[in-house]
């Protein structure tokens, strides 16, 4: 079967810097792609992988290594705003997006 | 449009109804997706087109569920005989291609099935 594991929910302080972790295992991997949702709303675009290493886009950082089914994503200089869901998802070898649940991350100041 | 656009916003419907949702993609873009979403969870996939034509419809829970996209553009989404269980945030999302682009979600419809 198809699996996106990250973790439920996760805390972390203004200012602050966090690391969502994303591991897959899906019948053929074609790139992986991190959404941010606030509550309430639509999942909105922030990285995309399709190669190793990291990609950076201001204070957001997106990691891949496909030999280890695994992802991150890094956010530096936490603003409240931050609070949400980040959901991983994974193109299959049908080009198919296979969803995690999300992560729900908690600001605190 | 500027961007997907979903209609209704909300509805709320008796059990055995029948509904359509509506999604309006952005102009230009050839795949439009259907997903759902439950409370704490990721979208759950229900239908791909590419064009006019279901590319992808595996899934569609049952065939309660239809949907259509006459003309390559807005896409209407039919549930008959609705069920509690049917109730969640219905999204469509649209993209340039299909895969290792960009989707665009619109912002859902709420529905609610008494």
């Known amino acids: 079967g198809q699996n996106i594991d990250q973790p439920t929910e996760m805390t972390a302080t203004e200012g602050a810097i966090v690391q969502i972790n994303c591991t897959y295992q899906t019948s053929g991997f074609n790139g992986l792609f991190w959404y941010q949702q606030h509550a309430g709303e639509a999942p909105t675009f922030l990285s995309y992988n399709v190669l190793d290493g990291l990609e950076e886009k201001g204070r957001f950082s997106s990691f891949l290594s496909r030999s280890k089914g695994y992802s991150y994503l890094l956010l530096k200089e936490l603003q409240m705003k931050d609070s949400a869901s980040y959901l991983c998802?994974?193109?299959?070898?049908?080009?198919?997006?296979?969803w995690g649940a999300g992560t729900k991350l908690i600001i605190k100041p | 449009g500027a961007g997907v656009s979903q209609t209704p916003s909300n509805k709320v419907t008796e059990k055995g109804k029948y509904v359509e949702l509506r999604c309006d993609p952005i102009?230009?873009?050839?795949?439009l997706y259907w997903y759902r979403q439950s409370l704490g969870q990721g979208p759950e996939f229900l239908i791909y087109?590419?064009?006019?034509?279901?590319?992808?419809d595996s899934g569609l829970p049952n065939d309660r569920f239809f949907a259509v996209r006459p003309e390559g553009s807005v896409s209407t989404l039919k549930i008959q005989r609705t069920e509690r269980g049917d109730s969640a945030v219905y999204l469509c999302a649209s993209s340039l291609g299909h895969g290792g682009t960009e989707a665009f979600f619109g912002q859902g419809t709420r529905l609610t099935v008494v």
């Open positions: 998802a994974v193109t299959d070898s049908n080009y198919q997006l296979i």
């Open positions: 087109f590419q064009g006019t034509g279901a590319a992808d």
């Open positions: 102009s230009g873009h050839t795949a």
